[in-house]
């Protein structure tokens, strides 16, 4: 059974730094991506990643967030930097084989930003 584990998230004061981390069992994916949900808001996408390190950014975490992926650990990370209230939600890593169709989501982990 294919599982994807997200660890990482946590309490920090605005422009501080948080990582996190999305670790997936089993299969190496052709696209991983990070997804956030805030309270009564729908899910975005923070930004995905291919196999090959090619990565893209939503326009509100651009310069600010990095996403990088460990083939051989079969892991994917999200650094986020100079966070603010905003930021606050709660992070989803996906997995799939085309890039905005995941069939592979991970629970979840709560990142909240204090002002």
């Known amino acids: 059974q294919v599982q994807l584990v997200e660890s990482g998230g946590g309490l920090v004061q605005a422009g501080g730094s948080l990582r996190l981390s999305c670790t997936a069992s089993?299969?190496?994916?052709?696209?991983m991506a990070w997804y956030r949900q805030a309270p009564g808001k729908e899910r975005e996408l923070v930004g995905d990643?291919?196999?090959?390190?090619?990565?893209n950014y939503a326009d509100s975490v651009k310069g600010r967030f990095t996403i990088s992926r460990d083939n051989n650990k079969n892991t994917m990370d999200l650094q986020m930097n100079s966070l603010n209230p905003e930021d606050t939600a709660v992070y989803y890593c996906?997995?799939?084989?085309?890039?905005?169709?995941?069939?592979?989501w991970g629970r979840g982990t709560q990142v909240t930003v204090s002002s």
């Open positions: 996906a997995a799939g084989w085309l890039r905005g169709t995941y069939s592979y």
């Open positions: 089993r299969i190496i994916f052709a696209v």
């Open positions: 990643i291919v196999s090959n390190g090619f990565t």
